[in-house]
């Protein structure tokens, strides 16, 4: 109990960090904006939101701050393990970091939507992926896969709004959450090891060639 307890005050205490960074940024981007011409006001915005506190590295996409390269640089980073548990994927950029890790010998795995995964774009980047040998579930259960989780190394885990899309990255008001707290971290990987697990609401896809 003693464990479930402290993870769960682990993960409340990020998810207020997250508001009071949010809060702060938003006031502190208004200030700057105030002050500078407006050819320098986004750049300004940009670099206030871009939120680091420790464990916790926020981004917007709007305010300039692309999450792919961010993704793809811990993926390229990653040594042992890669989960990955994604509503929409389409990216060609992670798509692409995602074989080349499994190539280099990261273990690799992959959840999404059932849903998703039938339109031919995210079928296409499902297929190049398990025809590089990555194995891919999708959910059974009636509800989606609605997740948006990266667990790297069992060190590193991302969340939030943004889909690994092209569309996420450069139209959509989205937020990309890197989190190095052990406690969120370590309740990411059971969530995701256990989905993993689950035969009778996730099955596992076959190439198409």
């Given amino acids: 109990m003693r464990t ?22 938003g006031k502190a981007a208004e200030k700057a904006g105030a002050a500078l011409p407006a050819q320098e ?20 996409p709007r305010a300039g701050q692309d999450p792919a390269p961010v993704l793809c640089g811990l993926i390229e980073r990653a040594q042992s393990s890669c989960d990955v548990a994604i509503y929409s994927l389409t990216h060609p950029d992670i798509v692409k970091a995602l074989v080349q890790a499994h190539k280099r010998g990261v273990k690799v795995r992959v959840i999404t939507d059932r849903e998703q995964a039938q339109g031919n774009v995210q079928k296409h980047a499902v297929n190049t992926l398990l025809l590089a040998g990555v194995p891919v579930k999708v959910n059974t259960h009636p509800g989606l896969m609605h997740l948006k989780m990266t667990v790297i190394d069992g060190k590193v885990a ?26 969120f971290v370590k309740s990411c990987q059971a969530e995701f090891d256990r989905m993993w697990a689950d035969t009778r609401d996730f099955h596992s896809l076959k190439a198409e060639k």
């Fill in 4 to 25: 479930v307890e402290n993870l769960k005050r682990s993960f409340l205490a990020i998810l207020l960090l997250l508001v009071l960074l949010a809060g702060c940024a």
């Fill in 41 to 60: 006001k986004a750049a300004t915005t940009s670099q206030v939101q871009a939120a680091t506190a420790g464990s916790i590295e926020v981004y917007f």
């Fill in 158 to 183: 991302t969340t939030g709004s943004y889909n690994y899309t092209k569309a996420a990255s450069e139209k959509n008001d989205e937020m990309f959450v890197v989190v190095k707290d052990p406690g």
